[in-house]
């Protein structure tokens, strides 16, 4: 009552002032409660978090322990390291004679890594060099009949089998002779009948070298009755290894995982042939030179294993002799 009506107004103004401020405090201090509280749950959950993986990472080391107890260590038997140690040996001296690589077998020597002396090399990265010699250089002549023991592929697959049961797997090879025309390679190759294509080799005895067996099947192919007139045979770069893992006309470049007993192994040499020689070919049979660029991607007409001969021979660098 002594104030006045003046004064009314300016109470309520402080008042209002009081208020407002007691409000924005109370405001600035939540959201630091909140950013509190949130941590805290967040390291909460990282240590659970820890926890669960540590837990993981015991329970997946318990289980290793327990299937290494229960897993046999392999052991070597120092008999077959000997064992392949001789064979190594063995397969080095036949590779002295002749043949540059050895028959694909078990070996426990490790290749040699490829240096920077090799890549410099320009013969390295080239490939191996082969001479080819015109068509026009060599002779071409008949000798006696040589009968075809099967007549049908069944007869083939039924002698296979019985051949088997006697020797165990059937061990070929097959030579591919190279010469050239107007300067592109062509290989030299057997025909049988009218749509019968086959590179010149057979099956080797029991325990007869890949080497002087396919020296011994070219000779009786293709070289003429007179010594004087036998081709010095010289037996190059196995090329492919093929493997027919049934009795059944089939052949694959590996030997399928499911099987432990594949009944035939085919090997294809290269044999690089000489400047002049004279072939005497059968008078049942015919010699005909095919280009590549006839055999590559034809396989229903000459089958898989002449038709793969392009691709196999695309890495030697062909010297042609005029």
């Known amino acids: 009552e002594n104030f006045g009506c003046g004064a009314l107004p300016r109470l309520r103004m402080a008042q209002d002032g009081e208020t407002g401020a007691s409000e924005k405090n109370s405001g600035e201090e939540k959201p630091v409660k909140m950013e509190e509280e949130e941590k805290k749950e967040e390291k909460k959950g990282t240590e659970s978090k820890?926890?669960?993986?540590?837990?993981?990472?015991?329970?997946?080391?318990?289980?290793?322990?327990?299937?290494?107890?229960?897993?046999?260590?392999?052991?070597?038997?120092?008999?077959?390291?000997?064992?392949?140690?001789d064979v190594d040996k063995k397969e080095e001296k036949i590779v002295?004679?002749?043949?540059?690589?050895?028959?694909?077998?078990?070996?426990?020597?490790r290749a040699k890594p490829v240096?920077?002396?090799?890549?410099?090399?320009?013969?390295?990265?080239?490939?191996?060099?082969?001479?080819?010699?015109?068509?026009?250089?060599?002779?071409?002549?008949?000798?006696?009949?040589q009968k075809e023991k099967d007549k049908s592929v069944r007869e083939r697959q039924m002698r296979m089998?019985?051949?088997?049961?006697?020797?165990?797997?059937?061990?070929?090879?097959?030579?591919?002779?190279?010469?050239?025309?107007?300067?592109?390679?062509?290989?030299?190759?057997?025909?049988?009948?009218?749509a019968f294509f086959k590179l010149p080799g057979g099956r080797l005895r029991p325990g007869e070298n890949e080497v002087k067996g396919l020296k011994r099947k070219?000779?009786?192919?293709?070289?003429?009755?007179?010594?004087?007139?036998?081709?010095?045979?010289?037996?190059?770069?196995?090329l492919s290894v093929w493997w027919r893992p049934t009795f059944e006309p089939f052949l694959y470049p590996y030997n399928p995982p499911h099987v432990s007993a594949p009944k035939e192994r085919r090997r294809i040499y290269l044999v690089p042939l000489?400047?002049?020689?004279?072939?005497?070919?059968?008078?049942n049979l015919k010699l005909r030179a095919v280009p590549l660029?006839?055999?590559?991607?034809?396989?229903?007409r000459y089958g898989p294993i002449i038709s793969s001969l392009p691709q196999l021979l695309s890495r030697y660098h062909f010297n042609i002799i005029n």
């Open 50 to 85: 820890s926890e669960e993986k540590k837990v993981e990472t015991e329970e997946s080391a318990k289980k290793e322990k327990e299937l290494e107890k229960k897993i046999p260590k392999l052991e070597v038997d120092p008999d077959e390291e000997k064992k392949v140690k």
């Open 96 to 109: 002295g004679e002749s043949a540059h690589f050895p028959s694909p077998m078990i070996s426990a020597k």
């Open 115 to 145: 240096t920077l002396p090799m890549l410099n090399n320009l013969e390295f990265r080239v490939g191996p060099t082969v001479d080819l010699y015109p068509l026009e250089n060599y002779t071409f002549d008949t000798k006696l009949a």
């Open 161 to 194: 089998e019985v051949n088997y049961k006697k020797r165990g797997r059937r061990e070929t090879v097959e030579g591919v002779l190279l010469a050239h025309d107007h300067g592109h390679p062509h290989v030299l190759m057997l025909q049988i009948n009218a």
């Open 218 to 238: 070219l000779t009786s192919r293709l070289a003429s009755i007179h010594e004087a007139f036998v081709p010095k045979w010289e037996i190059g770069d196995l």
């Open 274 to 283: 000489p400047e002049k020689c004279l072939f005497a070919v059968p008078s």
């Open 293 to 300: 660029f006839e055999l590559y991607d034809n396989a229903n």
